[in-house]
């Protein structure tokens, strides 16, 4: 399944912006960065658009993998961003 980047967002350093999907979605994510007294807050956003009843469908039936996918890859940023600052929060 090929992957197309059609649009994407930077607001260097509060947000990046990317869409994402091919002729089934469309996935739109955002992760905005907000400094706070102890380091960064991320928030994180995802809006899927299904082209088709049957992805739709499929979305539905797949939703419990893909959060556990997002849960997994949120860890890894998370891992990530504190080793890069030195902080290990929890």
Not at 11 to 29: S, W
Not at 35 to 51: A, D, F, K, N, V
Request: aromatic residues 16%.
């Amino acid at each position: 399944m090929v992957r197309t980047y059609q649009d994407y967002c930077y607001d260097k350093p509060r947000l990046i912006g990317v869409r994402i999907g091919n002729k089934m979605f469309a996935v739109d994510v955002y992760y905005r960065f907000e400094p706070i007294q102890t380091g960064t807050r991320l928030q994180y956003e995802c809006h899927l658009t299904y082209s088709n009843w049957f992805a739709k469908f499929m979305g539905r039936m797949f939703g419990w993998l893909t959060r556990r996918i997002l849960t997994k890859q949120m860890t890894m940023l998370k891992a990530l961003a504190e080793r890069t600052s030195g902080t290990n929060r929890t």
